[in-house]
């Protein structure tokens, strides 16, 4: 006899782990007694704006139980070999008409119309904001998220997908660092970090990056002539910049895609900083690369972890629901209510940006993300952006 019938819904950006927490999640279904399945293109399946012909993909262990499926005419995926999978085969980009409340209303109706007992999100921020949404509508359904993406933007939790995240970009940065150490290089290396760079700053803090610059970065005169002036000393540097740094003011130049690095070197060079044939300065954009990567295999664990967590929770009637994993002592269950975004840096970290040891840039970053503008502040705190 059937637990229930539960819906995954895989929304937003890709991250590392999807598929783990998808085989995790239908193998403990399977165990439990539920018919698994997955919105094929996330909410968009679920409100008529599908683009794809089918809406639903059952998920199973089983390849003859798959096969058996698929033959009977629902189309069915075995997960079996899947846990390591790079990407996701049922996901979708990012859905903005999903914050409409008519499109609330549709999704609502037809998860109630298919017989649908659980629904379950994975994805980041964006997605567990759709299924809070999604609640309202549908109050005799039980809901729970599951946190999977590369920046960890939920609050009191760290996603499947950021670790791998981190690792993966901590390799391309370490390589290029050896590179410039290699040929008297220096690079200026985009990663991930729309909102606080907390990807960036991870994965070049973990290669010794040389200088790491996030978003809400707006650099005095005073720290890119420093910045400059040294770059101008060493004969190799590594600079690593967040995705998120000058979004705006790089906007300005669209069509034409300006990225960070790019837009950072122009910065630099209009400072005084000077190219030539023994010092080359190379901007890389590096972003979306490590979300196609395969989830190293602590967070396949983790995301495993997560599955039972929220399956127990479910058998317990809890619903607006997140297991969370902070470390081998501290995993858990938080309700919806508590779950809060986090695109922030926290402030111990930020002592990891700078290895030039630069006063006029900590003394930026103290006046200005730390509240401990001194004498010698080099710039004024009321427009700043508090990291905390």
């Known amino acids: 006899m059937s637990s229930g019938k539960i819906l995954l819904v895989f929304d937003g950006g890709n991250a590392p782990g999807y598929s783990a927490v998808a085989t995790s999640l239908t193998e403990e279904g399977d165990k439990r007694g539920y018919e698994v399945f997955a919105a094929f293109e996330g909410f968009r399946s679920l409100t008529g704006d599908n683009i794809s012909k089918e809406k639903l993909i059952r998920l199973v262990m089983s390849r003859r139980q798959s096969w058996s499926l698929n033959a009977e005419g629902t189309p069915t995926r075995a997960l079996y070999r899947a846990i ?26 037809f998860i109630r119309s298919e017989g649908f007992t659980h629904l379950v999100g994975v994805g980041g921020n964006g ?14 359904i039980q809901t729970g998220f599951i ?16 670790l791998t995240g981190a690792e993966e970009g901590a390799k ?31 994965s070049g803090a973990s290669a010794r990056a040389h200088l790491i ?30 995705e998120g740094y000058q979004r705006e003011a790089r906007a300005k130049f669209l069509p034409e895609r ?21 010092r080359r300065i190379i901007s890389e954009p590096f972003t979306r690369y490590l979300r196609g990567i395969r989830p190293l295999y602590i967070e396949c664990a983790i995301a495993y972890l997560k599955a039972f967590a929220i399956y127990k929770a479910f058998d317990k009637g809890m619903t607006q629901i997140m297991p969370y994993y902070l470390g ?9 209510s508590e779950l809060m975004t986090n695109n922030q840096v926290e402030q111990g970290f930020l002592d990891l940006i700078d290895r030039f040891n630069l006063p006029s840039l900590r003394e930026y970053v103290s006046c200005h993300f730390r509240a401990e503008c001194g004498k010698n502040a080099v710039a004024d705190v009321s427009n700043s952006i508090e990291f905390n």
Not at 174 to 202: P, V
Not at 258 to 278: C, H, N, W
Not at 330 to 336: L, S
């Open 147 to 162: 946190n999977v993406s590369v920046d960890s933007d939920i609050l009191g939790d760290i996603a499947v997908g950021y």
């Open 172 to 202: 391309i940065a370490r390589g290029l660092f050896d590179d410039a150490y290699t040929h008297k290089r220096i690079y200026i290396l985009e990663m991930m970090g729309r909102e606080s760079g907390k990807h960036a700053l991870m």
């Open 127 to 140: 997605t567990i904001k759709g299924v809070k949404a999604l609640n309202q509508f549908i109050p005799n």
């Open 84 to 109: 390591d999978l790079p990407g996701s085969e049922f996901r979708s980009e990012r859905y903005p008409d999903f914050a409409k409340p008519e499109k609330q209303r549709k999704a609502a109706d």
């Open 328 to 336: 081998e002592h501290a995993h858990g269950i938080r309700n919806f």
């Open 213 to 242: 610059v996030l978003p809400g970065f707006i650099f005095p005169d005073q720290v890119f002539r420093d910045v400059t002036s040294k770059l101008m000393e060493v004969d190799h540097a590594l600079v690593v910049v967040a």
């Open 258 to 278: 300006v990225d960070a690095a790019m837009y950072f070197k122009r910065q630099l060079i209009e400072s005084g900083l000077v190219e030539t044939p023994r």
